[in-house]
Each structure stands twice: as structure tokens, then as C-alpha cells.
């Protein structure tokens, strides 16, 4: 059980960190991208390619892997994100961002191959260390270390406490000389950041896989709507949870059982606490 236990912490550190991307990217945008998983994929694919492929070193191929993640980022808010907005209020952007997931993922499918691919080792140990093996603990600091560093920046820093404005009342902010278009860009570079680190992270764990992305989305908006939108506590609590669930249910009944746990789980909060554990009822003005 020990083995369950490390196992649904890694990957449901996994599910936090997309769940908090999608926090970051909805916070100034009220957007839920399709993309948010797909760039996890793309930073575990390049990191692969980087250093297994290329031989480059390790950190050059995470900072290689961090700016691929940073550029998807950037690449969503303005092909999928920016246009739509400017148009209409409608949630078109489900479909425009459906789009470039797609499009991505049958690109990175042609290039890299459609089989799942080892990712490098990144220190020397061995494979028989068990449950010390650094993928089970190399995404969980990963993953803690952002989510500290991500309350600290909106707590602490002045660019944070702009991203509250923005979030809370967009036009009062616009009104008091705050760039709203610039800030959403900043929020998605900042997702493609999340991912690009958490992604390069817990490579070993996923494997550079082109369908990863899919999951992570599906994963991670599940995290997001257990713990609350908007609350990057209750992402925590969510993605945790939920990789937890996961690992108990491949466990006991095996791995087909995975998705049937975790859509399971969205359906009793959204019936019992559509805003989750730790979201905000939302008020209609009559």
C-alpha cells in the first residue's frame, strides 16, 4: 500500500500543477483551455528530445523543456484566446482551443512517433530504489515548490496584486490604467511555465507520450472542480485526492478503472458542491 500511496502523491502532484495552470490562465481570462494538459506534453516531449535525442545536458534541456511550455503558452492565449475574446463573449474559445490541442498533438504525433518513449534519467541512481526512484519525488517538489512560489508571487509581489485586480473586476482595472490584454498574456506564459517544469519533471513517470495531453486536460479540470475554481489550495487538495483515488482504483481493480474513479468524482460535486471544497458560490443578480 506504501507503493499506492507514492504513487498517487507523483501523479497527483501532476493533476495539481495542471489544475493550478488552469487557475492561473482563468484568473484573467475566465477561460478553461483545452490546451492547459497538451502543455505539459509538449514540455515532456521536448525535454526528451533535448536530452535524449540531442544528448544536450540536463539543464539545458530543461530550460529547453520550460521554453517550449512558456511559447505553447504564449501561442494559446494569442491564436485561440485573444481574437475570440475581442469578438465575442461567447465560450467560443472551447472550440478555438479544442482546435490547437488537436492540431498540436497530431503534429507532435507525425514527428515524434504515436508510442510512448522513455524519458532520460536525470541524476544517476538506480533502477532498483524503489520508492526513493526520483520519479515519485522529483514532480512532488517540483510541484511544491510552484505552488508556494505561486502564493508568494500573488501575495507578495505588486505584479500579483495586479493579477488579483484583473481578476477580480477586469474593467475596473482596465479603468485605472492596467494593460488587461498584456496581464492575460503574462497568466498564460506563466501557465506554459507550470507546465513546462512540472511536465519536464515527472517525465519518467508519463513518458514522452503525444496523448498525454488529453489526459492532463481531462485530470486536471476534474482536480479543479473538486477543490473550487479559482482556489489554488483546492487544487492542491483536488489533484491529490484524485491521484490518490486513481492509484487505489488501479490497485484493487486495475488500470481501466482509472477514468470510471475520476469521472465518477466530477459527477458527485458537481451534483452535491457544484463550486467544490474551497470555490465560491456564484450569485445571479436578479
Known sequence: MLTVLITGLATGALYVAAALAY?????????LS??????????????????????LPMIVGFLGAVAAGIAFGLLTEIVAIRRVLARSDEHLWLLSTLALATIIQQSIGLWWGTEPKPF?????????????????????V?????????????????????????????FAARARGISTDRIRAVSYAIAGLIGGVAGFA?????????????????????ALAVGGLGSNLGAIVG?????????????????????????????????????GLFGNKMVRHV
Open 202 to 222: 515527472a517525465g519518467q513517470l508519463t513518458f514522452a507520450f503525444f496523448a498525454l495531453g488529453l489526459s492532463l486536460t481531462l485530470n486536471g479540470f476534474i
Open 239 to 275: 489533484g491529490i485526492t484524485l491521484g490518490l483515488l486513481n492509484a487505489t482504483a488501479t490497485y484493487f481493480f486495475g488500470g481501466e478503472y482509472q477514468q470510471t474513479v475520476a469521472i465518477g468524482l466530477l459527477m458527485v460535486f458537481l451534483l452535491l458542491k457544484p463550486e
Open 120 to 140: 532520460p534519467r536525470l541524476f544517476e541512481q538506480e533502477f532498483t530504489s524503489g520508492l526513493l526512484d526520483q520519479k515519485y519525488w522529483l514532480p512532488i
Open 23 to 31: 487557475n492561473v490562465m482563468y484568473s484573467t481570462s475566465k477561460v
Open 142 to 170: 517540483a510541484v511544491g515548490l510552484m505552488a508556494v512560489c505561486m502564493e508568494l508571487f500573488y501575495r507578495r509581489t505588486l505584479f500579483g496584486k495586479i493579477f488579483l485586480a484583473v481578476s477580480e473586476d477586469p
Open 34 to 55: 483545452v490546451t492547459t494538459g497538451h502543455v505539459f506534453m509538449v514540455s515532456c516531449v521536448a525535454g526528451a528530445f533535448f536530452i535524449g535525442e540531442l544528448k
